[in-house]
């Protein structure tokens, strides 16, 4: 197997034998639940619409995941540096990109399981009328490609500290900067918002993807994001100098 | 791999390490300051130096968990930074703080450094199957490391670090914190282990040296200030040397025999020691010589009119030879 699996799966193990998985999975599907039902998010109560849709689920999912996932990538580099285990991971024949994609595929199988678990919302609406299935897995796949992004964030400023508390504010700050802050600044800074600035946030270009439009361009926009963020963390972790 | 071949050949003989002007400064500290030294082929290596010497930070460029700010360093005839990931793969490491993963099983932590240098889960089982024995640890493989002591850790470190077999193994400090019947236990696995592998290990524990080392390097404030076998070292120590001499003086004047000793052609320093009043008085000194003075001291002393009680020389050995040379005089 491929150090990068390897890693990969150490990681995934070692998640889920942590309670903060079983937390932050609860706290997703229960947040989820409760926009997705009763429209908490500014969207309409689920029973009083009356219609066939798993759209409130994709409208809300990303504020939850950009909460939940720094705790899940908190401990990934941080705790390493902490506890000195570091020094033999990077000792190990593997190059440091290596172990950040490693570290961050093992995050993305808890982020896999996440997604799974609120397949109940669509398998209920299917139930009850026949919802749009590309919009269903349009809205998947946009919630795939931004949790990983919000997990590559995480791991990047997990290699930031040692200390987990610090990585988990940093990737929930970061997070919930680019999920909504970038766009209120926006706003707050032009009467009419030039295209070409707007097109740049999250939200945008998120926002296709609920709608069921799968878009490469969008595709494109969130893998730049998270290979600009693993190239920041194998880059703090080459620059390691602590003794 | 013939290219590769002749490029460890062009090494000087049995050199399996070579470092070069090693520098390695952190912010205003110059941990070292421009270290060589090599290691041979099949030997145990003993890196010395009290704390803070530069020991682990000479380890860790070798085994580059960090870079070094000059020199250069070949592993096995391969460039040390251009080449990284290769010479890690002839190196097992156990480092100074043994940290591991305590969330895991003995057994599948061993199997996750197995896998992560490229064995299948067959070869890994059959390699732990003989490490677990070699380094003692057999009962606790389907423990979580969590769980153990300090000394059986560090056996679990060692199976890490030997796990891929590697022709060079870099221990820093070794048996710090284990009891005294683990030590003796890790040592006569580190001599055992010498028998195969080349080893480089730190410590600042001079009988452990004595006991296992085939080689020393002194390492103090960042700079090698001794290198070569133990006897070589006290032998080349031996131009500088102390004489115990004890005189029962004729006069009783002590300081008038100090005066006279220091007076000597070749010696340094003569101290009062210690003095013994029953049944006689007689006056033990301390001279510091750079050559034989005996013979001078003797033809003093009997034309002084005094006895010659001890005349002894007395030999540097290694204790003596590291405080010389790492003591902030």
Known sequence: ?243 | MAHKDAQRDGTSAGAVIQIRDLQKSYGDFQALKGISFEVRRGEILGLLGPNGAGKSTTMKILTSFISASSGSVTVDGLDLFREPIETRRRIGYLPESTALYTDMVVYDYLVYCGEMRGFTRKECDERIAKLARRVGIVEKLSASIGTLSKGYKQRVGLAQALLHNPPIVILDEPTSGLDPNQIVEIRELIKELGKDHTVILSTHILPEVRQTCDRIVIIHRGNVVADGTIEEIEGKMADEHELIVGLQLADGDGEKARTALAAIAGVRKAVIGYQVHAPVTHLHFTVSASRDVRPDIARYASEAGHTVIELRRKSMDLEGIFQHLTSDR
């Not at chain 1, 942590?18 to 997703?28: L, Q």
């Not at chain 1, 409130?56 to 705790?71: E, G, H, K, N, T």
């Not at chain 1, 678990?117 to 931004?146: C, H, N």
């Open chain 1, 1 to 243: 197997m491929k150090p990068v699996l390897v890693i990969a799966r150490r990681e995934l193990a070692a998640t889920f034998d942590s309670p903060i998985a079983y937390i932050a999975a609860t706290v997703f599907l229960i947040a989820t639940g409760l926009m997705f039902f009763f429209g908490i998010d500014g969207g309409e109560d689920f029973f009083e619409a009356r219609q066939a849709t798993v759209r409130p689920l994709f409208d809300s999912a990303p504020w939850v995941l950009a909460v939940i996932l720094p705790a899940v990538t908190m401990r990934l580099v941080a705790e390493e540096k902490k506890s000195g285990t570091l020094e033999l991971l990077v000792t190990l024949p593997v190059s440091d990109l290596e172990i950040i994609i490693g570290k961050l595929l093992g995050a993305m199988g808890f982020l896999v399981v996440a997604l799974a678990l609120t397949a109940v919302f669509p398998l209920l609406v299917l139930q009850l009328g026949s919802p749009d299935i590309g919009a269903i897995v349009g809205g998947y796949l946009g919630l795939f490609l931004i949790g990983t992004t919000f997990l590559a964030l995480g791991v990047m400023t997990s290699t930031w500290t040692h200390n987990q508390i610090v990585a988990f504010i940093l990737g929930l700050l970061l997070c919930i900067f680019f999920w909504t802050a970038t766009d209120a600044l926006i706003k707050l800074a032009f009467e009419r918002p030039p295209m070409a600035l707007t097109l740049l946030t999250f939200k945008q270009q998120f926002a296709s993807f609920s709608k069921g439009v799968i878009d490469l361009r969008n595709i494109i926009y969130f893998a730049s994001v998270i290979a600009v963020a693993v190239a920041a963390s194998t880059w703090t972790l080459r620059s390691r100098n602590w003794k």
